[in-house]
């Protein structure tokens, strides 16, 4: 059980936290690869080659996560591409309860996402999660990606926040491992990111499979009466 009265600030992160990252999973690995090969009338097997090299020579990048960079570089509309199998968007388990059981305490409450503002701001409004945040804030907007140092500083010129008083939730290993050195003392990391993917054994940070480990009606009663 955490102790809420140690935090103030309460920062998390979206696709693979709040939401299941099964969709983007399967669109990065899965449908955009079949799409480009039907655009381009290649087959799918040089699809995936091409695709999955340009994808890692990117990684940890702004540029990975950005849906422009990715519709220039592969000559497709790629948010228009993403919304065609939004039906797979969905909460992770436990996150419209926890949304609200933090903001009945009060925590200071931002979303703070790689996302690219397209995808952000579709994902914000197919499933409402933004009614239970006071901030949300785009990796794009301070032009670093969560995994590189020059974030941290950034997002502190942007909003209030002791990082000695911050809990941060996320399921990236790599931008976990950046908060901590940049100080937020409150860190957990997310077991089983995508529904569909394995429960991974996590060592480098605390780890939770789901958000009623953390936070249920009961911790809510507890939490209260600190």
């Known amino acids: 059980m955490l102790d809420w009265k140690q935090i103030d600030t309460v920062l998390l992160d979206m696709d693979g936290t709040l939401l299941d990252l099964h969709y983007d999973n399967y669109f990065w690995t899965s449908y955009l690869p079949g799409r480009y090969a039907e655009v381009h009338r290649i087959s799918l097997l040089e699809a995936e080659k091409k695709l999955f090299a340009q994808l890692e020579s990117q990684r940890g990048s702004l540029n990975w996560y950005c849906l422009h960079y ?6 497709l509309d790629v948010p228009a ?36 503002p ?24 301070l032009h670093h990606a969560k995994e590189q140092a020059a974030f941290w500083p950034a997002l502190r010129q942007r909003v209030v926040f002791d990082p000695a008083r ?48 953390i936070f249920n009606d009961t911790h809510l009663q507890i939490a209260k009466a600190l």
């Open 70 to 75: 990715w519709s220039r570089e592969l000559q």
């Open 81 to 116: 591409i993403y919304r065609e199998i939004e039906d797979r968007i969905a909460l992770r388990p436990h996150t419209a309860n926890f949304l609200r059981g933090v903001r009945k305490l009060d925590k200071y409450t931002l979303l703070v996402t790689n996302a690219h």
């Open 118 to 141: 397209d995808n952000l701001n579709h994902k914000l409004l197919y499933t409402g999660i933004n009614q239970w945040l006071d901030e949300i804030i785009s990796s794009h907007h």
């Open 166 to 213: 911050t809990l941060f939730i996320d399921d990236n290993l790599s931008v976990l491992a950046a908060a901590r050195d940049y100080g937020i003392a409150h860190l957990l990391c997310i077991r089983q990111p995508d529904s569909r993917g394995p429960l991974r054994d996590i060592s480098e940070f605390p780890a939770i499979c789901d958000f009623d480990e």
